[in-house]
């Protein structure tokens, strides 16, 4: 009985911690339900911590005032092309380096995982130059995508995931008559699934919030990712802070399915991060 | 006849897989990171800006009249000055915050599981949105911080507007966006650690520090040096909390490395100038790797 | 159908001579053992055969037909792994259609040439179950089914046992023995088991340290094994080894054990191959199981204190310690010995194997002097 008194009170008091940590990110909700003129209001009643009644119309603002579905879709392009697309050339590398043969292989996995450490705030400006400046590619899919298609940092990791498995599936399918082609996507690909699905859900995550990349290489309004979107409705008169968290709530929504759906994956690919090994 | 020569092309790939698995990837590379990296450090060498483009006969090697001017200049001088402060605040404390709950969130019950995710939260919220929310908190009106000051009879405070307090705010909003990143590296870390080890432990009758403190945090030491690795790292790139928050203002007090870089870049088109930025950013996250690989032993190096 | 011959193979992972000068045929449909300790090179060689790995030196011929380039798939050699290799998400129909499907094959031939050999295996009733959802037995037998179905020309079995517990691997053993006859393929069967080998093994062949030691039958090899190695590796407890000497008494000889002890000997064989180790150090072997307790007509040989007796069952191994050597003798349980108790053994001089000081066999009939 004592027992589970003390485990109830742990979670009401875990619950409360919770609350507070997680305070900006209520307040942002609880903003986005407010009237306009009601977020920078300062408090006076308790009852005004909770936005009742709720107001939608923020939400529905938020689409009639800019192009938020098109903003939307520029997202989950540029990110789902490079979690899919990026995923399989990543691992096919990451193969051919864990189990073929590869003239100078070694070496030049050495200079991949050499190129893990150059970041990526370094490489912009002349990726502009050649990409938006020369490439002609600035308000484009492939402007945005192109540089992080590889990856060197994933094909590291998915090589060492590789080379931790034992290699007698693949050498059964070997024997069976199978190509490496065959191989590599009908029985490794799979086996990976672990490992192909923290990467995904790191870049998702890397990706789905990346700023800089996509203030570089775009400058028309009609073409920008969510997060360059809430900048610019953030600063677009006249300023309504209901419209403002409305947007945010949005801008956030995706993550948080993505991480609902591959919670399992997530704690995996901190493990991998973690380790490295 | 057909069947034979399909027979043959199939031969002739499957010989050739390592390396046409390996391509698309290895071509990428050498594109976007070889490629402009190179471009990078040439052009730090020259006075190229959006002029030489218009007039290509104006380009000149100019040798190391870039990093000249930086090192002398009081600006670059200043957003070093900013991003060191900036990771020397938040490295620390996110770091040992990340550990201490981690240790919280370590186990099975439901409290601590709920605490986990809420914990994570920020993580999956992006800075653009998160920088919005806590302009909105850090409001000196009407702002959530000010009205608690002013209900706890405290004088409230300038915040972002303070050339003093603009790098605090900012640092203690990045603790608490990041810290749940690190505490689950720590928690995945804490988790591989064999349950063994702490029965064999507690029949030697050690307690719940001891363990803590024998075990734990020996067996976390690789993982710490890795923790502070890409904390220290996140931390250089310093850049979207200042542009979006504080536009590197008030007088100059947030203006970071990256945003110099950004605006040198984009505002001045001086890219000869923004490319020397590139290069000493790049030294100087090969220096802090390079104190992270002394650290750790020879087989957990990347 | 075809036999394999290996001419001068040798294999080399950087400076590591894993394989070493591997010369031998093996005859069409013949069931081939080839046993080792760990790490011995018996993989390596069974994935020179199936082409997994490329040899370094020397010719492989499958058949006729040289294979030393040609890729696994196209060598008409199937294998069986020691962890099943089963693909996950394929059914066990699916896994056993596996090369079929690769090859091509028309879809109704495919799998009536997978139902036929899942009735010979009994897998009917598991064929649309997943591998995860199979005992290790029935996963054993699957991998077999997915090597059988194809009718391949050679088998190759890499420890195919070793995951089974005792009860299930010699009931597994018999069923491959069964359809091994019943296929009449050739068999590559590579074990560190030494029951496997001689149960199942027409002819077995020894590696150490990646030379070949022997190739010869079952019965060969342990009643006239090539040398120490070969003598003591197989048989379990070993082969009792004594150390001594050899030396010349006029009309016969004598062997100085380095205890002390003397056993007179005559020796005769062909050409006299023994001469050579005359007056040197020589090794007399003898199997537990020849020894038998002394009696009035069996005059003591060996003797000592008994320092262990493990009953296994009907039989008792003694363990006792004649001057250095640790000695074990088997004997019945009704006379099992207590411990500490002195016990002494005689054996028969046919039952008994010299070696030369290099450790090789010396062909000669032994015999005691009376
Ligand atoms: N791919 C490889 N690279 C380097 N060395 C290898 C490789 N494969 C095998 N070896 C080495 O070759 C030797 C023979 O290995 P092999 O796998 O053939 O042994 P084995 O007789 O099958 O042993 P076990 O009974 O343990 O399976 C070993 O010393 C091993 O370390
Ligand atoms: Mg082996």
């Keep these: 009985m004592n027992s589970r008194l003390r485990q109830i009170a742990a979670c009401v008091l875990a619950l409360l911690g919770g ?250 690919s901190m493990a991998t991060a973690g380790l490295k090994q | 006849m057909q069947k034979h020569s399909c027979d043959r092309l199939g031969q002739w790939l499957d010989q050739r897989a390592g390396l046409l698995l390996s391509l698309p990837a290895l071509l990428l590379l050498l594109a976007f990171v070889i490629l402009p990296f190179t471009m990078a450090v040439y052009a730090s060498f020259t006075n190229q800006s959006v002029r030489t483009f218009m007039q290509p006969g104006t380009l000149a090697y100019v040798g190391w009249d870039n990093y000249r001017e930086l090192l002398g200049d009081g600006d670059f001088g200043q957003a070093l000055f900013n991003t060191m402060y900036f990771v020397a605040l938040v490295v620390p404390l996110q770091v040992g915050l990340a550990l201490a709950l981690a240790v919280l969130v370590n186990g099975a019950e439901m409290w601590r599981r709920m ?176 104190v992270q690989r002394r650290l750790m032993p020879r087989e957990e190096r990347l | 159908m ?121 897998l009917d009733p598991l064929l649309q179950k997943r591998p995860a959802q199979l005992s290790g037995g029935q996963r054993q037998r699957v991998a077999l089914g997915r090597a059988m179905v194809r009718q391949p020309e050679v088998f190759l079995y890499d420890e195919p046992l070793s995951n089974l517990d005792a009860r299930l691997r010699s009931d597994m053993r018999s069923e491959l023995l069964r359809l091994h006859k019943r296929a009449r393929t050739t068999a590559v069967y590579v074990t560190h088991d030494q029951v496997e080998a001689m149960t199942l093994g027409d002819r077995i062949c020894v590696i150490r340290d990646g030379v070949v030691q022997q190739v010869a039958s079952a019965m060969d090899v342990y009643h006239r094994p090539v040398n120490l190695f070969v003598a003591t590796f197989l048989g379990a407890p070993p082969m009792n080894v004594l150390p001594g000497r050899l030396e010349s008494a006029g009309e016969h000889c004598r062997l100085l054990l380095d205890g002390g002890r003397i056993l007179p000997l005559t020796l005769a064989g062909a050409a006299q191959a023994w001469r050579h180790c005359l007056n040197r150090p020589v090794s007399l072997g003898v199997r537990p199981e020849v020894m038998q307790p002394a009696s009035a007509e069996n005059a003591p040989l060996l003797q000592g204190a008994v320092e262990v007796a493990e009953v296994t069952g009907g039989e008792c191994y003694v363990h006792f310690r004649e001057g250095d050597a640790r000695l074990v003798a088997r004997m019945s349980v009704a006379h099992k010995p207590e411990l500490g108790e002195g016990v002494s053994f005689s054996f028969p001089a046919s039952g008994a194997h010299l070696f030369d000081e290099h450790g090789r066999r010396v062909e000669a009939q032994l015999a005691f002097v009376k």
Excluded at chain 1, 188 to 201: D, E, G, I, S
Excluded at chain 1, 208 to 222: A, C, F, K, Q, V
Excluded at chain 1, 241 to 249: L, P, Q, R
């Design chain 1, 19 to 268: 609350l507070v940590f997680l305070f900006p990110l209520l307040w942002m909700l609880r903003s986005s339900l407010l009237p306009h003129d009601q977020v920078l209001r300062a408090l006076t009643a308790w009852r005004q911590l909770l936005p009742w009644p709720p107001r939608w119309e923020n939400y529905a603002e938020v689409f009639r005032r800019v192009a938020f579905a098109r903003t939307l879709l520029v997202s989950l392009g540029f990110t789902g092309v490079i979690v899919v697309v990026g995923m399989v050339i990543n691992a096919a590398c990451a193969y051919a380096f864990a189990r073929l043969r590869l003239p100078g292989g070694d070496l030049l996995f050495a200079v991949v995982a050499a190129l893990i450490i150059i970041p990526f705030e370094a490489l912009a400006l002349p990726l502009f130059i050649m990409l938006g400046v020369h490439g002609g590619l600035m308000n484009s899919l492939p402007g945005l995508f192109l540089p992080y298609l590889a990856k060197a940092f994933n094909i590291f990791l998915i090589r060492q995931y590789f080379l931790s498995l034992p290699a007698e599936l693949e050498e059964a399918a070997r024997v069976e008559g199978a190509s490496w082609f065959r191989i590599f996507f009908q029985v490794a690909l799979p086996l990976a699934k672990p490992v192909l699905a923290a990467c995904a859900v790191l870049d998702f995550m890397l990706h789905w919030s990346e700023y800089l990349w996509p203030l570089i290489m775009t400058n028309r309004p009609d073409f920008e990712t969510i997060q360059l979107g809430l900048g610019h409705f953030y600063t677009l008169p006249p300023i309504q802070w209901g419209g403002i968290m409305a947007y945010s709530v949005m801008a956030t929504l995706p993550m948080m399915l993505v991480f609902a759906f591959f919670q399992r994956y997530l704690v995996l």
């Design chain 3, 2 to 122: 075809a036999g394999i011959r290996l001419q001068d193979v040798g294999k080399e992972f950087g400076a590591h001579r894993a394989l070493c000068d591997v010369s031998f045929s093996i005859a069409n449909r013949e069931f081939f053992v080839v046993v080792g300790p760990s790490g011995c090179g018996k993989s390596t060689l069974l994935r020179l055969l199936a082409g997994l790995e490329q040899v370094s030196r020397g010719r492989i011929f499958i058949g006729e037909r040289l294979v030393n380039d040609i890729p696994p798939g196209r060598r008409n050699v199937a294998m069986v792994f020691q962890n099943y290799a089963l693909f996950p998400p394929l059914t066990v129909f699916e896994n056993m259609a596996f090369g079929l499907r690769i090859r091509r094959l028309p879809r109704r031939e495919a799998d009536e040439m997978v139902l036929r050999t899942a009735r010979v295996l009994e």
């Design chain 2, 115 to 290: 605490l986990r995710i809420s914990f994570f939260m920020p993580v999956i919220t992006s800075m653009a949105v998160l920088a919005v929310v806590w302009t909105l908190l850090f409001n000196p009106g009407a702002g959530v911080f000010n009205t608690l000051l002013r209900a706890l009879q405290l004088s409230p405070q300038p915040f972002l507007s303070s050339p003093r307090q603009a790098m605090l705010c900012l640092a203690a909003m990045s603790v608490w966006q990041g810290v749940g990143f690190q505490m689950m590296i720590f928690l995945a870390a804490m988790q591989s650690i064999p349950p063994a080890l702490y029965e064999a432990a507690r029949i030697e009758g050690a307690g719940r520090w001891q363990c803590f403190r024998r075990i734990t945090l020996p067996m976390l030491k690789n993982t710490t040096i890795f923790v502070v690795y890409i904390t220290t790292v996140f931390a250089f790139k310093l850049f979207v909390q200042p542009h979006l928050i504080t536009q590197g203002g008030p007088r100059g007090s947030t203006r970071t490395l990256i945003l110099m870089l950004y605006d040198e870049a984009f505002t001045n088109m001086r890219y000869g100038k923004a490319a020397a930025i590139s290069v000493m950013f790049f030294v100087l996250v090969l220096l802090v790797t390079f």
